[in-house]
């Protein structure tokens, strides 16, 4: 029988599954500018003691590279749980720890344990977009839960929500990306009872800024909670955007459930190699955070000396506005472009956000809001 061939101009025209048409997928825009604040990067190059250790653990890997690497990451997860107990102060061993490319597949794997069809997420949004993003690729059902107009979580809200909607998996971002802002130990503590009040619930804490925080980590509420899991990243206070390392911590019951769901080998021997001489250098690469810590705080000041509205900041970047009349934050977004800046618009009305930089970046970046400052006044 001859079959036919449809003509395909688009992704609407091919057999995509419901939840999925319609959608943009993630990213943010790369331009060749001077100053590039828009992807919440580490600025600093990795130094070269560091560059030098990776190519040796590197180069030991490749001899052994016709050969799986290990599909458990002893070693690294190892040094992850040290890292954890060493920066937090409560003991993380190597069953409490789980790694995958990225927090991302973190994130993915545990939705595709505790997520998938017939179940719903929730976050409470704006929050990091990928969470309902990779809902949706699972199968897993998006509920956007409540924030105040100062993007605090509306607890009470958040508790009515979460008694209405009973969700499987519930996201708190914290510091929050995009807003920069910490959510209180106290309001995580109450939405993990009120999430365990319905049904046995999945709270995942998504602590990927949390290094540049000016207070604690919330790793200890681990302890006595197996529904309780925070995620991780190396991206970030690791300046090792490039590498896709994430991670978890939580009840060695979490970590035996998600890997049923990963992928064979899913860390590549290079991978594990260069993670582990990244943890060889802590020292250094926090070091390179606390610079950014000072460079953000200086950005939130001068921002508000400027006359500019900016939401505290717990994380490597700064939301500020706000921005109104014809265009809105877009067409702010365009006049700091033409200045040689690129900030990110994430399409919260009024709001840009910019990473913070090196200093001679973040001058870049002030005076072009002090332009455009001036501009908006004339």
């Known amino acids: 029988m001859e079959g036919t061939r449809g003509q395909v101009t688009g992704i609407d025209d091919l057999p995509v599954r419901d939840e999925l048409r319609?959608?943009?997928?993630?990213g943010a825009p790369?331009?060749?500018?001077?100053?590039?604040?828009?992807?919440?990067?580490?600025?600093?190059?990795?130094?070269?003691?560091?560059?030098?250790?990776?190519?040796?653990?590197?180069r030991e890997a490749a001899r052994h590279l016709n050969r799986y690497p290990d599909r458990d990451a002893v070693e690294l997860r190892t040094r992850l749980a040290a890292y954890l107990t060493d920066t937090t102060g409560h003991e993380v061993s190597l069953?409490?720890?789980?790694?995958?490319?990225?927090?991302?597949?973190?994130?993915?794997?545990?939705?595709?344990t505790f997520g998938g069809p017939g179940r719903t997420a929730i976050?409470?949004?704006?929050?990091?977009?990928?969470?309902?993003?990779?809902?949706?690729?699972?199968?897993?059902?998006?509920?956007?839960?409540?924030?105040?107009?100062?993007?605090t979580i509306d607890l009470p809200?958040?508790?009515?929500?979460?008694?209405?909607?009973?969700?499987?998996?519930?996201?708190?971002?914290?510091?929050?990306?995009?807003?920069?802002?910490?959510?209180?130990?106290?309001?995580?503590l109450a939405l993990y009872d009120a999430a365990q009040a319905v049904k046995p619930t999945?709270?995942?804490?998504?602590?990927?800024?949390?290094?540049?925080?000016?207070?604690?980590s919330l790793l200890p509420l681990i302890e006595g909670r197996p529904h309780l899991v925070v995620s991780r990243t190396m991206s970030k206070a690791f300046g090792a955007a490039g590498l896709r390392l994430g991670y978890l911590a939580a009840h060695p019951a979490v970590v035996d459930a998600v890997q049923l769901v990963r992928l064979p080998y899913h860390l590549s021997a290079v991978t594990q190699a260069t993670a582990l001489a990244a943890l060889e250098h802590t020292d250094t690469l926090l070091g390179y955070v606390e610079q950014l810590k000072?460079?953000?705080?200086?950005?939130?000041?001068?921002?508000?000396?400027?006359?500019?509205?900016?939401?505290?900041?717990?994380?490597?970047?700064?939301?500020?506005?706000?921005?109104?009349?014809?265009?809105g934050s877009h067409a702010a977004w365009l006049r700091i472009l033409d200045r040689g800046v690129l900030v990110r618009d994430n399409g919260i009305p009024g709001w840009l956000r910019v990473s913070a930089g090196t200093p001679a970046e973040n001058d870049a970046f002030l005076d072009a809001v002090r332009e455009l400052k001036k501009e908006q006044s004339a």
């Open 22 to 26: 319609g959608k943009s997928p993630y």
């Open 30 to 58: 790369q331009l060749d500018v001077p100053v590039r604040l828009n992807t919440n990067e580490n600025p600093y190059p990795l130094p070269d003691a560091l560059v030098e250790r990776i190519a040796e653990r590197v």
């Open 95 to 112: 069953a409490d720890v789980w790694a995958a490319n990225g927090s991302n597949e973190v994130i993915q794997q545990l939705l595709q």
């Open 123 to 151: 976050g409470f949004e704006p929050s990091y977009s990928m969470h309902a993003l990779i809902a949706r690729g699972t199968g897993t059902g998006w509920i956007s839960g409540p924030r105040r107009p100062d993007f």
């Open 157 to 188: 809200a958040a508790e009515r929500a979460l008694a209405e909607h009973r969700p499987d998996v519930v996201f708190i971002t914290t510091p929050n990306n995009p807003t920069g802002n910490a959510v209180p130990r106290e309001t995580v």
């Open 202 to 216: 999945m709270v995942i804490v998504d602590e990927a800024y949390v290094e540049f925080s000016h207070g604690a």
């Open 294 to 327: 000072s460079e953000r705080d200086r950005l939130v000041a001068e921002l508000r000396a400027i006359g500019y509205q900016v939401v505290e900041s717990d994380a490597n970047f700064v939301q500020f506005g706000l921005f109104d009349g014809a265009g």
